[in-house]
């Protein structure tokens, strides 16, 4: 069973930054669409970012430049960098692994992001 885990979250303040890790136990990592969602308390799951396995990259419209993400297949880790942090932006961040060759959709269970001063 793949198992994904997200790390980095935390308390920052606005316009402060964190970075999001997300670590899957898989065999190659390359063959694995990966991606970030979000959900707030009261409001549906939001695609944040999505890196393909070619390396098309995809951002939810708020993001607007504040957010990179990123993957390294040989760590089996990918990344979310995130600047410029508004309050808007807390709620649970939730890692996505797809396996692009079948069946096989994997979350984890999510880190808390929380932005106030």
């Known amino acids: 069973q793949v198992q994904v885990v997200e790390s980095g979250g935390g308390l920052v303040q606005p316009g402060g930054s964190l970075r999001l890790s997300c670590a899957a136990s898989?065999?190659?990592?390359?063959?694995?669409?990966m991606g970030w969602y979000r959900q707030a308390p009261g409001k549906q799951r939001e695609l944040v970012a999505r890196?393909?396995?070619?390396?098309?990259?995809y951002y939810g419209d708020f993001v607007k430049g504040r957010f990179t993400i990123s993957r390294d297949d040989a760590k089996k880790t990918v990344y979310l960098q995130m600047n410029s942090l508004k309050s808007e932006d807390t709620a649970v961040y939730l890692c996505?692994?797809?396996?692009?060759?079948?069946?096989?959709?994997?979350w984890g269970q999510g880190t808390q992001v929380t932005v106030a001063s």
């Open positions: 996505n692994a797809h396996f692009t060759r079948g069946r096989g959709d994997y």
């Open positions: 898989v065999i190659t990592l390359g063959l694995y669409d």
């Open positions: 890196i393909t396995t070619g390396g098309t990259i």
